[in-house]
T-cell receptor
């Protein structure tokens, strides 16, 4: 069975600072990886995904992630945090058509 | 125009009652899902339907029964509600391939008293 580990349940950054949210996966087959964001009291919205091809994936709102097979990682980054980035972030791997989610990372952004 | 909608948004009920949550998608997708998000925000797949047929049925109590009247709808019926059923339930839809993006509804917050 596949699994996802998100290191750090809570990350705090200052506005304008680098955002780094960590995700490691366990998969016996080439993984399809996703990052979703959940704003308070809302559903999940796709930030970006990796399926095949280029390992550096760009998403919405200035986020990007790099698939590193040797490290089994898919960390999410953003060069400069904005207050509006404060939310819950979920890394996920597909298993069949279902998504297996990590436990999520709460991102706080202070001014 | 809402892509994946759920009703109701909030549901407060007593233990032992039976309730249903409705989900509709207007994206023309083949596959629909139910996920449960617990109080620690952990998300877990419950069910998946493809073209009205059940394809994933994770280990959930048989008090939970999904029903798909057509490809655009996937409802969740819960019998004999228990305190532990309190959670946020999300419906989602996608095309059938495992690389496809899943689109989530806004969630239904179920509170069992």
């Amino acid at each position: 069975a596949q699994s996802v580990t998100q290191l750090g349940s809570h990350v705090s950054v200052s506005e304008g600072a680098l955002v780094l949210l960590r995700c490691n996966y366990s998969s016996s087959v080439p993984p399809y990886l996703f990052w979703y964001v959940q704003y308070p009291n809302q559903g999940l919205q796709l930030l970006l995904k990796y399926t095949t091809g280029a390992t550096l994936v760009k998403g919405i709102n200035g986020f990007e992630a790099e698939f590193k097979k040797s490290e089994t990682s898919f960390h999410l980054t953003k060069p400069s945090a904005h207050m509006s980035d404060a939310a819950e972030y979920f890394c996920a791997v597909s298993e069949g058509t279902a998504l297996i989610f990590g436990k999520g990372t709460t991102l706080s952004v202070s001014s | 125009d809402t892509a994946v909608s759920q009703t109701p948004k909030y549901l407060v009920t007593q233990m032992g009652n039976d309730k249903s949550i409705k989900c509709e998608q207007n994206l023309g997708h083949d596959t629909m899902y139910w996920y449960k998000q617990d109080s620690k925000k952990f998300l877990k797949i419950m069910f998946s339907y493809n073209n009205k047929e059940l394809i994933i049925n994770e280990t959930v109590p048989n008090r939970f029964s999904p029903k798909s009247p057509d490809k655009a709808h996937l409802n969740l019926h819960i019998n004999s509600l228990e305190l532990g059923d309190s959670a946020v339930y999300f419906c989602a839809s996608s095309q059938a391939r495992d690389t496809d993006t899943q689109y989530f509804g806004p969630g239904t917050r179920l509170t069992v008293l």
